[in-house]
């Protein structure tokens, strides 16, 4: 593991983040609906190298029943990273860490949700991280936000997240694994890009109050990218069907 | 897994309502002002046993931060630093809401929210406290305790940290060679502190915005910003908690809000401890004159009871 | 009365969150949109349709969400003394009576429920009553609703259902016409077909299957018939020769 102390280069010469991006790029973002036959709805999502999958099962009857809200369905979301998906092992016990994501996670989640139709029920989220590789959680919402739509169950707004982050004093969008690591301040922000509000807001780190502003701003922007792919996915699995011979 | 928490704080209907057209006029039930914190008392020392400890009401919530410095090993990515652990426990006597067993996803969210306002911005100057480099160094244990829960947890344990943090002290530890003595009776000096945080948490109510929110007021509240704020006025944390939205404007309101009363929080903490540590040494002087005193009501004493 | 503006054209794919409508509309799918002041909102992935002044959002995905009034095919998931745990294939299990099945009460001190129908049975049935407080309770008092004795069951997404009726029956009539089964739907996304031969059966289950890939494009009807008919081909089934089990081609 390298020491904090030998910190790697996060900038290059030519003044482009370690991986060759501009400080207002994007990675490579791949998304897909409806991979999984079991779930009643389900996306794959990808941000660079970090990869996470998004299951939604519901709305279902509550086991055990008297967890369920009489006037709402009840939102239950497990984040969850895989053994294998870190650089050292993980132990697949739930850490703190990912008790606290699944809260965030779902809070980031229920706004949107129109939980109101279906009382007593309850609508299932389970999210496996595959890789990671920096921008879990965010990728995380960004898929099971696909999950909810390709369940079919109705939600007022897709919901779209990112990280930005403070880089050798440069506000960056996306931020990897390794500016997240040796960067100065790391915050993940979940929107609803239609609706313009914003459901998941954390920051890891230090800001001014003007580079907050400034991070917010790059943030809200790579979140309107980023739907513009939601939004193509989900219409994609329906105009690329074609007339079987 | 997290699930949307179905055994809140119950409150009647009629109540609830009353809570919020009288927040929409911009009153809170308890009369208070929407930027104002409730009561604050802090003491600090509260704990003999610890090595740093404050104790903090805050209206009705009760919260102890206990601080206590052991020996460990440094995280291999940093083996010239000290290390820092933050737990929380909300114990079932703080509310009829609390169960008995391990940490459920609130008292995580709320160790987790107070840990990070204090390591990027390196609030403790963790460099200071390494025995054997590589080795050896002081892990410095913060536990937080919620004795009685009226609602604005983080805040009070916020406060309670920093004012445990603030003047606690570093048990003498003689290194010689590979090994270390500890001598717990004995303080080298406090604690090296570089930032001073505290976390500042506004709810939101429709456009409505409110500082330090009672636990009724919880229950009716939309949503709420935890804003960490330095010394130095920066934001060195954020957490937006609870179930729902805030458009960019309000965010940004809630952060400049944060900023003003962050540093009025600190300034109570530092005029907290100013004055108990006055009260502490003009304690101490009273107790000398009072041992002189004692030495020769003992004495007299002795004479009483031979004589019997 | 505002001014009214659609924003989606006829049978638009939407997705949630995006405007369909402004202005006073009635919402014929009040499930599948809602509504900000006056902006109309799809809250799922589906075909928009937009009249002077009604919005539908038919939906793309989705689930079975009871209505008292649905016909329904139901599986018997549980016995109890004086009623049955029916799935439905809805966010909740629904309750069949022993009274209302058998039309007359019942002493459960002397008779056994599942004397009658057992786990795994099939039922035809009607929702009966179905609200916010409570799981939906089926009837079987009607023509044609009860056990299920014959045929096979076909489970499909149940947002397809009306595209395997079609547009005042059509397609439904289609499929029972060029194959001469009897088919029941089911607003539960579940399909009851009974047919002369197991053939038969299978091409009306391709059928179906069919109909729900190709559910949003348009011609669908006769691209099905024509399908029918290829595959009656490919059987040998055609000109009523030899209905039985006659070798694929």
């Known amino acids: 593991m390298v020491s904090k102390e030998e910190k790697p280069k996060l900038f290059r010469d030519d003044g482009l983040r370690h991986d060759g991006r501009r400080p207002d790029e994007l990675r490579p973002i791949k998304m897909q609906v409806g991979v999984l036959k079991n779930a009643n709805g389900s996306a794959l999502v990808e941000y660079g190298k970090t990869r996470v999958l998004a299951a939604v099962y519901g709305p279902r009857e509550p ?122 301040a790391d915050m993940p922000i979940a929107a609803a890009p239609s609706l313009g509000k914003i459901t998941l807001l954390q920051l890891n780190g230090v800001l001014t109050p003007s580079e907050f502003e400034e991070a917010l701003d790059l943030a809200m922007n790579g979140i309107q990218e980023i739907y513009k792919i939601q939004r193509e996915v989900l219409k994609t699995k329906y105009l690329k069907a074609k007339v079987e011979e | 897994m997290s699930i949307t928490p179905s055994s809140d704080y119950i409150i009647p209907k009629l109540k609830a309502e009353t809570i919020v057209s009288l927040i929409r006029k911009g009153v809170r039930a308890s009369g208070r002002g929407l930027e104002d914190f409730r009561e604050l008392d802090i003491v600090t020392n509260y704990i003999p046993n610890a090595d740093g400890s404050a104790f903090v009401k805050l209206g009705n919530t009760q919260v102890i931060a206990g601080v206590k410095l052991e020996l460990g090993t440094p995280y291999p990515d940093t083996p010239n630093e000290g290390a820092i652990v933050v737990s929380a426990e909300f114990v079932p006597a703080a509310s009829p809401l609390f169960e008995p067993g391990p940490p459920d996803e609130n008292a995580i969210e709320l160790a987790r929210v107070i840990d990070r306002s204090l390591r990027e911005i390196k609030a403790i100057d963790l460099g200071k406290l390494v025995l054997i480099p590589g080795k050896r160094v002081w892990v410095v244990w913060i536990d937080i305790y919620v004795l009685d829960h009226d609602g604005n947890l983080i805040d009070a344990s916020s406060i309670a940290t920093l004012a445990a943090l603030l003047t606690a002290r570093v048990p003498k530890a003689e290194v010689e060679g590979e090994e270390i003595r500890v001598d717990k009776s004995e303080y080298t000096g406090p604690l090296p502190m570089n930032r001073k945080v505290v976390t500042v948490t506004i709810g939101k109510i429709d456009k409505i915005m409110l500082v330090d929110p009672d636990i009724e007021e919880e229950t009716v509240l939309d949503t709420k910003l935890v804003i960490a704020v330095s010394d130095d006025e920066r934001i060195a944390g954020l957490q937006k908690s609870g179930m729902g939205a805030l458009d960019k404007n309000e965010v940004l309101k809630m952060t400049e809000l944060a900023m003003k009363k962050g540093k009025e929080i600190i300034e109570i903490v530092e005029k907290s401890i100013e004055a108990s540590t006055r009260g502490a040494s003009a304690e101490q002087t009273a107790r000398k004159s009072r041992e002189d005193s004692e030495d020769t009501d003992m004495k007299g004493e002795n004479e009483e009871e031979t004589s019997q | ?247 694929a081609v």
């Open chain 3, 1 to 247: 009365m505002g001014r009214k503006k659609a924003q989606s054209e006829n049978r638009e794919l939407v997705i949630p969150g995006q405007l369909i409508a402004e202005g006073e509309f009635k919402v014929a799918t009040p499930n599948y949109i809602y509504r900000v002041g006056n902006r109309y909102y799809s809250a799922v992935v589906g075909l928009a349709e937009v009249t002077e002044d009604s919005l539908t959002v038919i939906p793309l995905e989705g689930f079975y969400y009871p209505s008292p009034g649905d016909v329904v095919i139901g599986v018997i998931r549980n016995v109890g003394i004086t009623s049955w745990e029916v799935d439905i294939r809805a966010p909740f299990p629904a309750t069949l009576y022993a009274a209302d099945f058998l039309g007359r009460p019942i002493n459960p001190a002397k008779e056994d429920l599942s004397d009658y129908l057992n786990i795994g049975d099939v039922v035809l049935a009607k929702v009966e009553v179905f609200d916010r407080t409570r799981d939906p309770i089926l009837t079987t008092k009607g023509k044609g609703l009860g056990k299920v004795t014959k045929g096979s069951v076909i489970e499909i997404s149940p947002v397809k259902v009306p595209r395997v009726i079609g547009k005042k029956g059509s397609m439904h009539q289609t499929l029972e016409s060029e194959t001469g089964c009897r088919i029941t739907v089911a607003k539960n996304g579940r399909i009851l077909v009974e047919c002369p031969n197991k053939q038969l059966e299978e091409i009306v289950v391709l059928a179906v299957r069919k109909i729900e890939r190709e559910a949003h494009i348009p011609g669908l009807t006769d691209r099905i018939k024509e399908f029918i008919l290829k595959e009656k081909v490919r059987r040998g089934l055609l000109g009523g020769e030899q209905g039985g089990e006659t070798e």
């Open chain 1, 63 to 184: 086991q055990p029943k008297h967890i369920s809200l009489p006037y709402r369905a009840i939102l239950r979301c497990r984040y969850h990273m895989a053994p294998f998906s870190t650089h050292e092992r993980k132990s697949p016990a739930p850490s703190r860490r990912e008790i606290e994501l699944s809260k965030v996670i779902r809070e980031a989640l229920e706004p949107i949700v129109i939980s109101e139709m279906f009382p007593r029920a309850s609508i299932d989220i389970f999210i496996e991280v595959l890789n990671a590789d920096g921008g879990t959680r965010t990728t995380s919402i960004t898929a099971a936000s696909l999950a909810l739509a390709d369940a079919g169950i109705p939600v007022r707004d897709l919901v779209t997240g990112v990280a930005v982050g403070k880089v050798d004093g440069v506000i960056v969008l996306d931020i990897d694994e390794v500016e997240d690591m040796y960067g100065e």
